[in-house]
């Protein structure tokens, strides 16, 4: 089946320091990802979508300079948190959508990545 | 704007006994789709079922099957049959004609032993 992988799994990182995580569809292509961010207990929450080739779309209230998105292949996205700070310290998972009946309008998520600012 | 609400944070249940998880959504749109996650202690997020919203019949996937009410703009999950590899966090999640998905708070479920 479709798979989606994270990586890193988890990050720790210095307070001003900038980090990034990467989404990659191992067996399909993705013109569109999707990058949710979960706090401990709550649900997930639309960031951004990320765009083959183009600009990425952000939700409202997330700002574009602190979470830079990446997607410069069919198959790789990348988020990076600039100047993290301790209250970016959150749970953040990827998501595309396999192409094909089996695969329609279904997510296939990423396993998650978890970062703690210090 | 859509909105997806599950009113129930926790719940358990007996191993082997049957459970049923609520959500609602709203929307003014005619045709979407809804979707039952499932995320356990690893938290990655697993699909369980889906749900198209022109089609009548409620979808059925093993044990796990839904009572998808258009009119009242509710989506059940029940789970039958329950057991220990079920406890973990269900969301429910609705698909609009755009294409993005929007989640539903959570539910934590724990099968009993």
């Known amino acids: 089946g479709a798979v989606v992988s994270q990586h890193p799994s988890w990050v720790i990182c210095k307070s001003g320091t900038s980090v990034k995580i990467e989404c990659r569809s191992l067996d399909f292509q993705a013109t569109t990802m999707f990058w949710y961010r979960q706090f401990p207990k709550q649900s997930l929450m639309l960031m951004a979508t990320s765009n083959e080739g183009s600009k990425a779309t952000y939700e409202q209230g997330v700002e574009k300079d602190k979470f830079l998105i990446n997607h410069a292949s069919l198959t790789l996205s990348t988020l990076t948190v600039t100047s993290a700070h301790p209250e970016d310290s959150s749970f953040y998972i990827c998501s595309a959508r396999p192409p094909g009946v089996s695969g329609a309008n279904v997510l296939t998520f990423g396993a998650g990545s978890r970062l703690t600012v210090l | 704007a859509q909105t997806v609400t599950q009113s129930q944070p926790e719940m358990s249940v007996q191993e082997a006994e049957t459970v049923t998880l609520s959500c609602t959504y709203d929307?003014?749109?005619?045709?979407?789709?809804l979707f039952w996650y499932k995320q356990p202690p690893s938290r990655q997020m697993i699909l369980v079922i889906r749900q198209e919203a022109y089609k009548q019949q409620n979808a059925t996937e093993n044990r796990f099957s839904v009572n998808f009410q258009k009119a009242a703009k509710s989506f059940s999950l029940k789970i039958s049959d329950s057991q220990l590899g079920d406890t973990a966090m269900y969301f429910c999640a609705f698909m609009n004609t755009g294409n993005q998905f929007y989640f539903g708070t959570g539910t934590s479920l724990t099968v009993i032993p």
């Open positions: 929307t003014s749109e005619s045709n979407y789709y």
